[in-house]
């Protein structure tokens, strides 16, 4: 049976998983990268120690499945979208620190350019709003205050790529410069709509066009690669897709009105809404969810951006976890969150309320109020977040959803899951194989290879799924929403 060795890298970890093609998960291996955070509003990840971690997961699961990488046809990739990286074009070694999308040091340009009225014009085109968390604007920003930079990007002895194309670039040793669309489309430099690099974008952001890659479909060939001699052989990169699309068809949200939400360091929840572009709507992007045979899959999209990162935060931060591992045991040892929300601004709020300028709050503490209540409110605050999302495209894209797919690490816990299904009343289906990223490039690359045929096919593969029914009566839903809504007032 032929394997699949998937790369998914986010923007906590890189994790290599091992696949057959029923998507049964042989074996996998993941290492952490640090968060830098040179000042406030200002996150980066060293390019370079990923590429090292993606040695390292690889060269583990390369030890320890030496006879079964024999069989091993490709490797795929997913990847943190927004992240941009600028790098040598001839060694492929970074440049400067990579942009996280988290990242806010854009939003001076991005406000200039919507005061100058061009809103419009790039939703038009790219279907996002503007705003930092999209990469054109860290990309301007490095060019106007790195000249350096700025003078290798010109002479063409610098390359600018999204993780995807850093990736494949270190993986070919510099002879495949490619990215797919799903993540060209999260630079706001990609016309969604004639799937190709938009030159007065370009221009406008100051980002040279022949400093960009290549842009190709997700099931398709991006050359080959041993893995700096790490495997066995060489094999096809095959599969490549931005994370959140690739959970989405990892899911099978292959049906206009399908939906997902992915719970990782930020949550998106993205909804199938068919071949067409749709007409701009207010607060929720349109996405580019795949193009299969130069055919293009549209989603309308939420963004939120910070999930698991705010229960991140209060271990590394403030100190009130030893681990992960406790927080659903802390947040379920009280009855309720006492009136107390936390509202996670780190960077802003993204939709509905794409407000760059708020800051996290935690509302409603007395002197009662102990540790458990403000892990339970960050808990809750990813549900909050959803229900608010998912109100927002109901609303926009005119679809009435009776269910959600859910995955990432997070589905683990239990009552996050049973809270966002009673918040939402919506019946929520949690993938049990939490590796729905890497799964989902893994999918595009036995497209790419053959082994299954068509959409159709994959839809009918099994899915095994954890199912979390509404028990909350929606008046306390409602009532618990308002509290929610209260707090995030005091913050905007």
């Avoid at 892990?375 to 269910?403: F, H, N």
Wanted: charged share 20%.
């Amino acid at each position: 049976m032929s394997l699949l060795l998937a790369i998914d890298q986010s923007t906590s970890a890189t994790k290599a998983v091992l696949f057959d093609v029923r998507g049964n998960v042989l074996d996998k291996a993941s290492r952490s990268h640090r968060q830098i955070y040179p000042q406030p509003g200002w996150v980066e990840h060293d390019a370079e120690e990923i590429w090292r971690n993606v040695q390292t997961v690889i060269r583990e699961l390369t030890k320890r499945n030496r006879s079964k990488l024999a069989k091993l046809s490709g490797v795929s990739i997913a990847n943190q979208r927004e992240t941009v990286v600028i790098f040598d074009h001839k060694t492929g070694r970074p440049l400067h620190h990579a942009l996280v999308w988290q990242d806010r040091r854009g939003d001076a340009i991005c406000a200039r350019l919507n005061k100058q009225g061009h809103e419009k014009r790039v939703r038009a085109r790219t279907g996002l709003k503007i705003d930092t968390y999209f990469s054109a604007s860290k990309i301007r920003w490095l060019i106007e205050n790195q000249p350096g930079l700025a003078a290798k990007l010109k002479r063409g002895d610098a390359l600018i790529g999204t993780i995807d194309a850093y990736l494949t670039y270190r993986l070919t040793r510099g002879k495949v410069f490619a990215c797919d669309a799903t993540n060209a489309s999260r630079t706001l430099l990609y016309d969604i709509g004639k799937l190709r690099w938009d030159a007065p974008l370009c221009k406008m952001f100051k980002v040279p066009l022949h400093a960009l890659p290549e842009v190709r479909e997700s099931a398709v060939q991006y050359g080959e690669t041993d893995v700096a001699g790490i495997l066995p052989h060489p094999v096809p990169i095959v599969g490549v897709m931005g994370d959140s699309q690739a959970s989405l068809f990892a899911q099978r949200c292959y049906q206009p009105g399908t939906a997902k939400a992915t719970f990782g360091t930020g949550t998106s929840v993205m909804l199938n809404v068919g071949n067409t572009f749709p007409a701009s709507t207010q607060n929720s992007v349109t996405a580019l969810a795949w193009v299969h045979r130069g055919k293009p899959t549209y989603a309308a999209e939420g963004l939120i951006n910070f999930s698991a990162a705010t229960i991140e935060w209060l271990k590394n931060q403030l100190g009130m976890l030893d681990n992960l591992a406790e927080v659903e045991k802390l947040a379920t040892a009280i009855p309720d969150n006492g009136g107390v929300y936390l509202v996670p601004a780190f960077a802003g709020l993204s939709a509905p309320y794409w407000s760059p300028e708020a800051r996290a709050a935690i509302i409603g503490m007395s002197a009662h109020t102990r540790k458990e209540h403000v892990v339970r409110a960050a808990l809750e605050s990813i549900a909050y977040q959803i229900r608010e999302v998912l109100d927002m495209m109901r609303t926009e894209a005119g679809i009435k959803l009776k269910s959600l797919h859910a995955d990432g690490g997070p589905t683990r816990n239990k009552f996050l899951m049973q809270f966002t299904a009673d918040l939402t009343q919506t019946q929520i289906k949690a993938a049990e194989v939490t590796e729905s990223s890497a799964w989902g490039a893994a999918l595009n690359g036995w497209l790419a290879l053959g082994v299954y045929k068509s959409l159709d096919e994959l839809a009918r593969l099994p899915q095994k799924q954890s199912l979390f029914q509404p028990r909350m009566k929606p008046a306390v839903a409602t009532k618990l929403h308002q509290g929610w809504l209260a707090a995030v007032k005091r913050v905007l």
